[in-house]
């Protein structure tokens, strides 16, 4: 079965960056990945997905343009960099997988975030920036 591990939290100062790591084992058959993040007290939001055929992307608002999602393939791994992070990014934040997709995730726009989209996550990593 799919199997996700995060790597790469930690605690960092505002205005520092960080890349998250998500290495994966039997993903054939999946079609999508994307970074969720959960802070204390708050719901599970999307930050950014990536369809692994094509490499499209979507984005949070909030995070655009200071988060890439990106995946490399030849090691089984996605990646989020995020630059110029601020105190509210502090999070735990979960990689996630996908089989199947409504539409491509541009069509799909902020829905591509949706926990639904996704049916394999990991254990999470710890996000603090102060």
């Known amino acids: 079965h799919v199997q996700l591990v995060e790597s790469g939290g930690g605690s960092v100062q505002a205005g520092e960056s960080l890349r998250l790591s998500c290495a994966t084992s039997?993903?054939?058959?999946?079609?999508?990945m994307a970074w969720f993040r959960q802070a204390p007290g708050k719901e599970r939001e999307g930050v950014a997905a990536?369809?692994?055929?094509?490499?499209?992307?979507y984005y949070l608002n909030s995070v655009e343009g200071r988060f890439t999602i990106s995946q490399e393939n030849a090691k089984n791994t996605a990646y989020l960099q995020m630059n110029s992070l601020k105190p509210e990014d502090s999070a735990m934040y979960y990689c996630?997988?996908?089989?199947?997709?409504?539409?491509?995730?541009?069509?799909?726009?902020?829905?591509?975030?949706?926990?639904?989209?996704?049916?394999?996550w990991g254990q999470g990593t710890q996000v603090t920036v102060s």
């Open positions: 996630a997988a996908g089989d199947l997709l409504e539409a491509p995730i541009q069509a799909l726009g902020v829905v591509a975030l949706a926990t639904h989209n996704y049916n394999y």
């Open positions: 039997n993903i054939g058959g999946v079609v999508c």
């Open positions: 990536i369809d692994t055929g094509d490499g499209s992307t």
